[in-house]
C-alpha cells in the first residue's frame, strides 16, 4: 500500500476549490472536495492508475480525473505518492508543472 503525502499546494489548491464554490453552494463544496479526497485515496491502493504526463528526475507525474479537476501527483516510488496539485479542466497545468 502506497503511503499518500500531499504537498502544502495541493492542500491550498484543494481548499481554495471548497471556497470558491461554497460562495454559492456550500453543500456541492464539500461533496466536491469530499470527492477529490476520496479519489486520491485510490492511489494507496493503485498508485499508478492515474495516466501520464511526464517523467520528472524524483519520478513520474501522473493525472487521475475527478469530474472536472485533474489531480496531479509525483509517482516516486510504489510506495509513495506525492500529490503535486488539484486542476480545474479549464487551467493549463503546464504553467504549475
Known amino acids: 500500500m502506497a503511503e499518500i503525502r500531499w504537498t502544502d499546494e495541493a492542500a491550498i489548491w484543494l481548499e481554495d476549490i471548497y471556497k470558491y464554490i461554497a460562495e454559492d453552494n456550500p453543500e456541492a463544496a464539500g461533496r466536491v472536495a469530499d470527492g477529490i479526497y476520496q479519489k486520491v485515496q485510490v492511489l494507496s491502493e ?6 501520464f504526463y511526464r517523467t520528472e528526475v524524483e519520478g513520474d507525474i501522473r493525472v487521475l480525473l475527478y469530474g472536472h479537476y485533474r489531480i496531479a501527483y509525483l509517482f516516486r516510488t510504489p ?8 486542476f480545474h479542466g479549464a487551467l493549463d497545468m503546464r504553467r504549475y508543472l
Do not use: A, R, S
Not at 493503485?46 to 495516466?51: K, R, S, V
Not at 510506495?79 to 488539484?86: A, F, M, P
Open 46 to 51: 493503485f498508485p499508478e492508475i492515474g495516466y
Open 79 to 86: 510506495d509513495i505518492v506525492e500529490i503535486l496539485g488539484i
